[in-house]
């Protein structure tokens, strides 16, 4: 039994945390990077004004933060973005938006992850544990 615990203790944790953070950040990310590709290129007339706001901000640090995670390279700086980003979201939605907990345990969930990413690195099973 000790054994076991001792296997999963090492970096197949930390290897399924950021597996798991990463693939849901680029899961809920991609429509949303894949909506604005046209309008991040440019206005086509000069009535449409270029899409680029915060919520273009965040669906890339997602998916380009999900990206890194997976990968484990600089993958503690990233995650103390996006736990500042999730910590601001969670704040927002539960102290002024006063909103119900299922509404931001989402975000709570990936505030944890990045957390753990944070603390504890990238772990055996990274690329920034080769280089």
Known sequence: MLEI???LSGGWVL???RLALGSVLIYYSWPRVRGLLPGLVGAKSANQKSSFSLDTLIA???FVG??????GLSS???ALILALQYLGIVIWKAAKERSPFSDWSHDLLLLSLS???MAFGSGLYSASFFL
């Open 66 to 71: 999900g990206t890194i995670i997976i990968t």
């Open 15 to 17: 290897l399924f945390v």
């Open 5 to 7: 615990i001792l296997l």
């Open 76 to 78: 503690q700086i990233v």
């Open 115 to 117: 957390l753990i990413v």
């Open 60 to 62: 890339l640090i997602n």
